[in-house]
């Protein structure tokens, strides 16, 4: 008679054999989406634009550890063109408006940071952005359209910041949410010089996620951003896009910015969790650099900062 434990069980099987076979076709999409990415890099990399602009970068460039990176990482720039094209349809049509020479920019973007550190130099790659504003501590969620607002209209002070957590039974802001050392200030790049951060990537908003819907109702009730400020949301057309580098963005916005008449500083408006496939980053050293959130922490601001007056609502058209 048969032992029951020796005896193969057809089901078990079948379903290795699926799980066999998932492996395998996993890898090879992993494998043709890096080839995908190297034939695009390859073609990019070798158009006349991409080089024109790469170019116009390296002679206008004045910091030389940027300078040794645009020289050394070229690869890291494939979307450059597209970035340059999606802002100057932006900026070509700001500068049709009574905008003074220095403008504050706010990009609006899905976001995050992992893997590996950059120089916060990199993300000032030529003078035409005099600084780079980042709101909340890393690893940090940015919550709610209101703080889009806050930000977009320069009303938003240190003073204004909540957080709390997405874990179950959290619902309101908490001390115990907040970094251990959170600065007076915002994360000035500026001064950060060429002190090490997290790599950021965006991602462009999608029609489903509501954000910008939202913020153009809160300009509807609370009145416009005002003179001299200019906000870009990430949209591009199509379902699928990719996430880009910040590094890109800030390049290719600079670029923009320099063939134009303005100079600016620009603020980010994106979440900076932690999303590192790896290792996840130091953490003690966020904290020196700047601040850094527990896991799962997420920044709003205080409703009391839409408190809008009238003489605000006039002032906002000429300031």
Same mark, same amino acid.
């Given at each position: ?13 079948l ?9 395998? =076709? ?21 158009? *006349? ?11 206008n460039?004045?910091?030389q ?14 979307q ?24 504050d ?15 916060? %130099? ?9 600084? =780079? ?10 919550? &709610? ?46 001064q950060? &010089? *060429? ?42 057309? &199509? ?14 916005? %600079?670029?923009?910015?320099?063939? %134009? ?7 980010? *408006? ?24 527990? *896991? ?24």
């Amino acid at each position: 008679m048969s032992d029951p434990s020796t005896m193969r069980n057809p089901t078990t099987d079948l379903l290795q054999e699926l799980l066999t076979s998932l492996e395998e =076709l996993k890898k090879y999409v992993i494998l043709a989406s890096i080839l995908k990415r190297i034939h695009i890099v390859e073609s990019t990399t070798g158009s *006349d634009e991409w080089k024109r602009l790469m170019k116009l970068a390296e002679e206008n460039c004045t910091n030389q550890t940027v300078l040794k990176w645009l020289k050394e990482k070229p690869s890291t720039f494939y979307q450059l063109v597209d970035m340059f094209n999606f802002f100057k349809k932006h900026i070509d049509e700001e500068q049709k408006k009574n905008h003074s020479d220095t403008v504050d920019i706010t990009f609006v973007a899905h976001g995050a940071i992992g893997d590996f550190m950059i120089p916060a %130099s990199c993300l000032l790659p030529l003078a035409s952005i005099r600084d =780079l504003v980042l709101y909340s501590p890393w690893n940090c969620v940015s919550g &709610g359209v209101v703080l889009t607002y806050a930000m977009a209209t320069g009303k938003l002070k240190p003073q204004h910041r909540l957080f709390y957590t997405k874990k179950v039974g959290c619902m309101f802001p908490d001390k115990m949410h907040q970094s251990v050392k959170l600065p007076d200030r915002w994360n000035s790049m500026r001064q950060a &010089g *060429d002190q090490m951060i997290p790599n950021i990537t965006v991602s462009p908003l999608r029609p489903d996620d509501g954000v910008w819907k939202s913020f153009e109702s809160l300009t509807k009730k609370y009145g416009p951003i005002g003179r001299n400020r200019i906000v870009i949301p990430f949209i591009l057309p &199509g379902e699928e896009s990719e996430s880009v580098p910040f590094s890109v963005v800030t390049l290719a916005l %600079s670029l923009v910015l320099r063939q %134009s008449r303005f100079k600016a500083t620009v603020h980010l *408006d994106t979440c900076l969790a932690d999303k590192s496939i790896g290792q996840k980053l130091d953490r003690e050293y966020l904290e020196k650099q700047y601040a850094c959130a527990p *896991d799962e922490t997420v920044m709003i601001c205080s409703n009391d900062i839409l408190s809008f007056s009238v003489i605000d609502y006039f002032k906002s058209f000429f300031s």
